[in-house]
């Protein structure tokens, strides 16, 4: 973390240490520091350095994020893109939106269900007439009803980790004793027991099917096509519609989901148990300790493919063992993001592609080789962020395979953490300033801005010319 990133956290410090019944003194112990520092530090008259946080963290089982200031980053991402509607027309200072985040957060909520609820009206009309009309308006209004958004929210605001799926899984692992024997012959046994053959099947018998489940003749079919991790997987996933539906139904239950939804919520709660059961979480944890999360290396390990690893990594959060807090997402090369989970608070849009200066775009023009930045968002938060190409599976000479960038990220002072940052000096590298979106982000003069920034009025100079292509008027 760099000088210029060190936090104020003073209350929420003074906080944490009252909730543990500790004194300063006794905390200052505990952590190896003076209670003088530990003094400093909550009357904010001295700055937490990455040391004290990663300290924390480590003695009272933290995530740094949660020293942040409390407010939830989606809600503010959210709330302060909201306020920008233009049929609002008002210019809210970021000081008083912060003020009503810490202060109501459950009014901010609200607003925003009501602003949702005003946005579908208006737009549905035009999306109805002609859905091809306006990409970006049917985008906007397709986050408030589409299932997929319902499923990524309750994902986010559970930091990506299902306890009772995990512990299934790892005892299923420990009961096929997956870590000793052949992973694929146990699995292919384990479904066995259960009356269904696996069967490998060529490409055009599959046509665009990669997996199919026939229960009349009790057959699992896996195209051709598919990677070994990738057959694993999908065995993974239909073990858990057969031994774990009862657990699977009871947390939709407790999603509150319906229909398409709750649909979309099942499938997305069998890929969790078929990744947890190729990758057990304690095993894959202490993996990811020793070898500092070398996404390519515990791939190999564990039979995993990159964006299998990586993504698992993101819901390492139960409690007494958590791992780093990583927010992944999938990327196609257009910008789309086809995934987005996050164990911390990284603040994700919630319309529109990703910031065209974040590397994960760049990493389509070095395929399948890490490459590594340090980013700041508008809030000043830092992460450190990896990202790499992939290619699916499915692809054949004729079609070829569907290749995404990959990107992982965890808070910038979790960096020493990681084999990706040596080399790296944390204290001098200058973070790259990125925004959410350009819809959503006011930094002026950015060569790389593709739309202004909405209830922002533009300003146009017809005698000059700069990098940026929109100029637009500063807030007064």
């Excluded at 229960?215 to 694993?232: A, F, G, K």
Aim: hydrophobic share 40%; charged share 25%; proline share 5%.
């Amino acid at each position: 973390m760099g000088r210029s990133e060190k936090l104020i956290i003073g209350q929420r410090l003074r906080v944490l240490r009252q909730s543990l019944g500790l004194t300063q003194a006794q905390m200052a112990a505990e952590l190896g520091v003076s209670p003088s520092y530990v003094t400093l530090i909550e009357a904010d008259q001295r700055p937490a350095s990455a040391r004290f946080l990663m300290k924390l963290a480590e003695v009272y089982d933290l995530n740094i994020s949660e020293l942040a200031p409390s407010t939830d980053a989606q809600l503010a991402a959210d709330f302060a893109a909201a306020l920008k509607d233009p049929s609002l027309d008002a210019a809210v200072p970021r000081t008083e939106i912060e003020a009503v985040l810490q202060a109501s957060p459950r009014i901010a909520k609200a607003f925003l269900q009501l602003h949702d609820r005003h946005r579908e009206a208006l737009l549905r009309p035009q999306a109805e007439d002609n859905p091809m009309t306006d990409r970006d308006k049917v985008e906007v209004l397709g986050q408030t009803s589409r299932p997929v958004e319902a499923v990524r929210q309750w994902f986010y605001q559970r930091r990506n980790h299902i306890d009772p799926l995990d512990r299934a899984a790892e005892a299923l692992a420990d009961e096929l004793d997956l870590h000793r024997t052949e992973p694929h012959l146990a699995l292919t046994a384990r479904l066995a027991a259960h009356g269904v053959a696996v069967r490998i099947r060529p490409a055009p018998v599959m046509g665009d099917r990669l997996r199919r489940f026939d229960p009349d003749r009790h057959e699992l079919l896996l195209s051709e096509l598919l990677s070994q991790s990738s057959r694993r997987f999908q065995i993974g996933v239909l073990l858990a519609r057969l031994e774990q539906e009862p657990l699977i139904a009871a947390l939709v239950d407790e999603a509150g989901l319906h229909d398409d939804a709750a649909a979309l919520m099942r499938v997305s709660f069998a890929n969790y148990f078929a990744a947890a059961l190729m990758m057990p979480y304690g095993r894959f944890l202490a993996a990811c300790e020793s070898a500092r999360y070398d996404v390519e290396l515990l791939g190999h390990r564990f039979g995993a493919s990159f964006e299998q690893c990586a993504h698992r990594m993101s819901t390492l959060q139960r409690d007494g063992a958590r791992g780093i807090p990583f927010f992944f997402v999938r990327v196609d090369r257009a910008g789309n993001m086809s995934k987005r989970f996050s164990a911390g608070r990284f603040p994700f849009s919630r319309f529109g592609g990703s910031c065209p200066l974040w590397n994960i775009h760049a990493a389509f023009e070095a395929p399948d080789r890490v490459q590594t930045q340090v980013i700041r968002m508008p809030e000043g938060a830092s992460y450190f962020s990896i990202a790499r190409t992939v290619t699916r599976s499915g692809g054949t000479y004729g079609q070829p395979a569907q290749r995404h960038a990959i990107g992982l990220g965890c808070d910038v002072a979790y960096a020493p953490r990681l084999v990706y940052a040596d080399g790296v000096d944390l204290d001098r590298t200058v973070p790259v300033d990125i925004g959410l979106n350009c819809y959503l982000c006011e930094r002026p003069d950015c060569a790389a801005r593709a739309h202004a920034p909405i209830n922002r009025r533009l300003r146009v100079n017809e005698r000059e010319r700069s990098l940026a292509i929109f100029d637009f008027e500063a807030r007064g």
